[in-house]
């Protein structure tokens, strides 16, 4: 664990859900054995971008929204490098919910890591697009009146090769997932479920440690199974599973795609040169 981390101190509020996340994530890259130059790690902005600073290793903090195509950049110029993004609920679902939908689709080789905690957390709890229903906050004072997007369920609509859901609370089934996310070749949607005790009263930990199951202990799933998935990732209320949900292992990467890239022996990166357009010009 050492291997990564810095002097700086973490400025979460104490039992923020993130501190499990971070947890879990750097236990994955340990037991991977991933040194620092085999990973970039992107930051959106958001509570979950304070980490940026916080690891001994490539880190780049990004614009609001626009983590998945910043680092959807990187992992088309080098795969050498696993790419992994951050963000939360409301950069993901508001300011660039565009771009998890070209993500997705695209299937770049990369993970997306989804702190959902349910609200705008760094700017004082104000409601996202995955708040509840009728939950109060800064800004919704009388409550959210329309039904929130639930991230797995999007996720599986856009046509993905790999979906979990993991839970902050339980990191060493949430290391697991960031494993076999690091391990997935094409773009990894992990959703982390994670409470803010600061501003979000509606979902704190003991109200997920009495709902949260785990797929593995689903008589029958088949994470291959699309519809299947859909209708466990549907409940949000009573028995919300986690785990690895969907994988369609068939679905290639963008870059696999390309007939320009058939045979290439260098990455995208290594091509970069210098041109004189100075007669163009
Ligand atoms: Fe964590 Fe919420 Fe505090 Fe942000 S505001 S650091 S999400 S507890």
């Known amino acids: 664990m050492v291997k990564y981390e810095t ?5 979460w509020c104490s039992n923020c859900g993130n501190f499990g996340i971070q947890n879990a994530l750097t236990r994955a890259l340990v037991l991977e054995d991933m040194e620092r130059n085999d990973f970039l790690l992107c930051f959106d902005i958001g509570c979950n971008g304070n980490a940026a600073d916080k690891f001994e290793a490539y880190t780049i903090h990004g614009l609001h929204g626009r983590v998945i195509s910043l680092a959807a950049g990187a992992a088309l110029a080098n795969e050498r490098m696993k790419v992994i993004a951050f963000a939360g609920d409301g950069a ?43 939950v109060k906050m800064n800004g919704t004072m009388d409550g959210v009146v329309v039904d929130p997007i639930n991230p797995v369920e999007f996720a599986l609509n856009m046509g993905p090769s790999f979906v979990a859901r993991g839970y ?15 391990n997935h070749k094409g773009f990894a949607f992990v959703e982390v479920l994670q409470a803010c005790p600061t501003y979000n009263r509606s979902t704190p930990d003991a109200w997920y440690g009495e709902r949260m199951k785990d797929i593995s202990e689903l008589k029958g799933y088949d994470r291959g199974n699309l519809e299947q998935a ?51 010009m």
């Open 7 to 11: 002097d700086k101190v973490m400025t």
């Open 92 to 134: 993901t679902f508001s300011e660039g919910v565009n771009h998890l939908v070209h993500g997705i689709r695209n299937n770049y080789n990369m993970v997306f890591i989804h702190h959902n905690n349910e609200n705008y957390g760094l700017t004082i709890g104000q409601a996202s697009a995955c708040t509840r229903k009728g």
């Open 168 to 182: 902050s609370g339980n990191v060493d089934q949430l290391t697991d997932i960031m494993r076999a996310a690091l």
């Open 230 to 280: 859909r209708r466990v990732a549907a409940d949000m209320d009573k028995d919300i599973y986690s785990g690895i949900l969907y994988v369609n292992e068939s679905k290639q990467d963008l870059l696999s795609l390309q007939k320009s890239r058939e045979g290439a022996k260098t990455q995208l990166v290594d091509e970069v040169k210098f041109y004189d357009v100075s007669e163009l």
